[in-house]
């Protein structure tokens, strides 16, 4: 499974992104889904996650701004940065938990289920 993040740059403060997390290969599922985010010099953080049935849970921080959203269909989760912060400087990264098929043929499905991290999007917040 790959995952391709999209969407980061150069915004002021006060400004919005819009980033996206598509994910492609041999997906049977995707579960929970999760944006991270690494500032300079700081540990990676749990930003914002959506589950399967549609329960989003954010971080401090980014409530009220942020909006996680997925499009199962296209196998893609957004992430709609409104009022942003020179705080908000940092690499995002997407998450994914997916059941990833293994094998099939004509009488049986083998998957497993794994755990994957995408590449990371700059988004810098800077006048």
């Known amino acids: 499974v790959q995952l391709q993040a999209s969407g980061g740059g150069l915004v002021q403060p006060g400004g919005s992104l819009r980033l996206s997390c598509a994910a492609s290969?041999?997906?049977?599922?995707?579960?929970?889904m999760a944006w991270y985010r690494q500032a300079p010099g700081k540990e990676r953080e749990l930003v914002a996650s959506i589950t399967r049935s549609g329960a989003s849970n954010y971080s401090d921080p980014v409530k009220g701004r942020f909006t996680i959203s997925r499009d199962d269909a296209q196998n893609t989760m957004f992430l709609q940065m409104n009022s942003l912060k020179p705080e908000d400087t940092a690499v995002y990264y997407c998450?994914?938990?997916?059941?990833?098929?293994?094998?099939?043929?004509?009488?049986?499905?083998?998957?497993?289920?794994?755990?994957?991290w995408g590449n990371g999007t700059l988004v810098t917040v800077s006048s």
């Open positions: 998450n994914v938990d997916v059941s990833e098929i293994d094998s099939v043929d004509d009488v049986s499905l083998r998957y497993t289920n794994r755990h994957y």
């Open positions: 290969g041999r997906i049977l599922n995707i579960f929970t």
